[in-house]
């Protein structure tokens, strides 16, 4: 998948220092913590995993768009969510390493407008478009350079294919939490894409570690820059 190599060594949290970045929750530390040496960005390439299918997602209200829209022309770093996932290792793991990730980019002008994030609901019938935009007020503010869209699709019936196409699968657990609160089942994965709308990295939570992600971000900037792209 990834054609990079990782030693042994401490210099993973050198390159947390280098890009601004210090973790703070514990289980994404816990993530980070591997142990193992981040090369240097545009040291190693990132494999073509996979395009991002077509499929038809919600932003705000109920007008559709593709969601080509939000994984295109950009870097993004997109993962499944939904609003009341109370899981540690899942959706909050993904929100804090986004969190991180945008206050970094935030702080590198840079890259200001090469790089988004998207949240997709795995939940629609709970995270409606008008209920996900009261998320996407809270980061309004820096939105122009690094944007977080939060996107919801109409059904299941709309969902299901993109869930199926990206490797996702969930299962609805009504008795998990002993309350009988609805709990949907799911790895957490996060995607790395490309302006050109090809996957090229998937994080899990044992691999989600915002110093790796933004050091991929970095070596998808050089490899633009090397094919003279329009994003350098």
Request: hydrophobic fraction near 45%; charge should be neutral; proline fraction near 6%.
């Amino acid at each position: 998948m990834k054609r990079r190599a990782r030693t042994l060594g401490v210099l993973c949290a050198i390159a947390a220092a280098s890009t601004g970045f210090i973790a703070a929750s514990p289980a994404l530390a816990a993530a980070a913590d591997t142990g193992l040496t981040l090369p240097a960005p545009g040291s190693y390439r990132l494999d073509h995993i996979q395009r991002v299918p077509f499929a038809i997602v919600l932003e705000g209200n109920n007008v559709p768009h593709v969601l080509s829209r939000y994984t295109t022309g950009a870097i993004t770093l997109l993962s499944f969510f939904y609003s009341t996932c109370a899981d540690p290792n899942g959706c909050p793991l993904a929100w804090d390493a986004f969190e991180h990730v945008r206050k970094a980019i935030l702080a590198q002008p840079d890259h200001y407008g090469r790089v988004r994030l998207v949240f997709l609901s795995l939940d629609p019938a709970h995270d409606t478009p008008s209920m996900l935009k009261n998320f996407a007020k809270a980061y309004d503010s820096g939105a122009a350079v690094v944007p977080w869209h939060f996107l919801t699709s109409y059904s299941y019936l709309f969902l299901n294919p993109v869930l199926r196409s990206m490797g996702e699968e969930i299962s609805v657990d009504r008795n998990a939490s002993g309350s009988g609160e609805r709990i949907l089942n799911h790895l957490l994965k996060v995607f790395l894409i490309d302006p050109q709308g090809w996957v090229r990295e998937i994080y899990s939570n044992q691999s989600l570690d915002p110093a790796a992600i933004l050091g991929d971000i970095k070596t998808l900037t050089l490899e633009a820059a090397d094919h003279d792209d329009p994003l350098r």
